[in-house]
């Protein structure tokens, strides 16, 4: 408890603004959708009508406030909406009882802007000390607590906050200890840049935002490229709600840009999630072409059955050898005819 000795401005909201009880599990991360200062941010805290507040803010330029101390429970969260992170108990709780919560600037109004270094070391220093000075698990969340974003509560009005937010670089962070903030900028071993083209050792080549993405993130030297950058009309089968994009694959790993999502930026697909989605999908096909099979196996069978007993049928018509009687003969032709045109038929029918 307490609070964070990283907080350098203070703009505290009266208490009637917050809540009594607190008992924080998880972190959750915000963006602000639209203010540009710290001090915008504290002044509308203070104000706003819907006593929406937050505990601490972090601005563009790594400047870090604070509006609600840490034991009191900030109006940030709320409740659950339909589609929430599975992990997090849907018992009707107030979800602000049970966090802490941090605002990031970000004057774009749909959470776009892509978090400048500044800002990104600042909240992730502020993430580890809140974490640690409040047991709260230095890892993405799970039903016993951890770092959430308000997206795992409210995927239904704040499917953009944060947004554009650096989750992979965060975690890269937070693996490492939250240690050493060494700067991940910077290309693989042994990657050729040209400053337009990143060229992976076994030749395969990266462009554009997928580039970019390589640049800033951290990034496996051996996860070369094993396609070029190429559009799909769905990027994620088990997902259709992201739409269709471009994608290039990896030996690892598979980079997406979604223009439904511009929020999103490029971003790491959950690639396994994918596979198994995929892979269930190509088991119940098998399983269905496999019963299709069986049922064409047994109509053959009973057209071949139809086949001998027409065959037998001619046979037995055949008229006796030096049957000369032309009133007998005529009639067994024309059973013979009719009987030869439905034998040919069906021979057609099963490609005899
Ligand atoms: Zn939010």
Redesign the pocket.
């Known amino acids: 408890m307490g609070d964070s000795s990283l907080a350098t401005q203070q703009y505290w909201v009266d208490d009637s603004r917050t809540f009594d009880t607190i008992n924080p599990k998880w972190l959750?991360i915000?963006?602000t959708a639209g203010f540009h200062t710290l001090a915008e941010l504290g002044s509308y805290f203070q104000t706003n009508t819907a006593m929406v507040t937050s505990h601490y803010g972090v601005g563009l330029e790594g400047e870090i406030a604070q509006f609600v101390h840490e034991n009191r429970g900030a109006c940030?969260?709320c409740c659950l909406s339909s589609g929430h992170a599975a992990f997090l108990p849907d018992d009707g709780r107030n979800f602000n009882n049970w966090s802490i919560s941090i605002?990031h600037i970000d004057p774009a109004t749909d959470n776009s802007t892509t978090v400048p270094d500044a800002q990104q070391q600042a909240s992730f220093a502020l993430i580890k000390d809140i974490c640690q000075r409040n047991n709260i698990p230095m890892r993405y969340g799970d039903a016993n607590g951890g770092i959430i974003f308000?997206h795992d509560l409210d995927p239904v009005t704040?499917s953009r906050?944060?947004g554009n937010y650096p989750y992979d670089a965060l975690w890269a962070y937070l693996d490492n200890g939250g240690n050493d903030m060494a700067n991940t900028d910077g290309w693989p071993d042994k990657w050729n840049d040209d400053g337009k083209t990143l060229t992976a050792p076994n030749g395969g080549k990266v462009g554009g935002g997928f580039r970019q993405y390589i640049y800033h993130n951290p990034w496996d030297n051996d996860d070369y490229p094993i396609t070029d950058e190429i559009h799909l009309d769905q990027i994620e089968q088990n997902n259709p709600d992201l739409g269709g994009g471009n994608v290039q694959y990896f030996r690892k790993s598979r980079l997406q840009w979604a223009p439904k999502h511009p929020e999103m930026g490029c971003f790491k697909g959950w690639v396994g999630k994918e596979l198994k989605f995929v892979m269930d999908k190509s088991a119940s096909d098998a399983a269905n072409d496999k019963a299709e099979d069986t049922k064409d196996a047994a109509n053959v069978d009973t057209l071949n059955k139809e086949i001998a007993s027409l065959k037998a049928q001619l046979n037995a018509a055949q008229p006796p050898a030096g049957n000369n009687n032309p009133v007998v003969s005529d009639a067994m032709k024309n059973n013979v005819r009719q009987l030869g045109t439905v034998f040919n038929q069906l021979s057609q029918e099963v490609g005899l």
Do not use: T
């Open positions: 959750v915000h963006k940030a969260n605002e308000h704040r906050c944060p």
